[in-house]
């Protein structure tokens, strides 16, 4: 089982920075691909960066030059930099990570993959 706690949430002013984290916890062997989506009312969860294990990163395109994805693999906890907050960015942000956890020696050892996600933060940006 692998857990994602996130953290960094909160309600700004147009045009100032948060801060986003979602660390890792459990039994992590290796993480791939990891990932932030945000879900306003009433709409679907869109992808809003994505940063893979060789650190290669996207973007969607409404957040391009204002948001910066990274990770410190030795915490297995990724960051979300968020820049010149617009009120459209404000949403409920959810991290995900992908990759493979061990099993116990009790449940034959070795390893199996994951996918998880955080409970999500809010994020509200007034204008």
Do not use: H
């Amino acid at each position: 089982q692998v857990q994602l706690v996130e953290s960094g949430g909160g309600l700004v002013q147009a045009g100032e920075s948060l801060r986003l984290s979602c660390a890792a916890s459990g039994r992590v062997f290796s993480i791939n691909v990891m990932g932030w989506y945000r879900q306003a009312p009433g709409k679907q969860r869109d992808l809003v960066a994505s940063i893979t294990g060789g650190s290669s990163t996207n973007y969607a395109d409404s957040v391009k030059g204002r948001f910066s994805i990274s990770r410190d693999n030795a915490k297995n906890t990724m960051y979300l930099q968020m820049d010149n907050l617009e009120p459209e960015d404000t949403a409920v942000y959810y991290c995900n990570m992908g990759g493979l956890s061990s099993r116990p020696l009790y449940s034959g050892g070795g390893y199996q993959p994951f996918d998880s996600w955080g409970q999500g933060t809010q994020v509200t940006v007034s204008s």
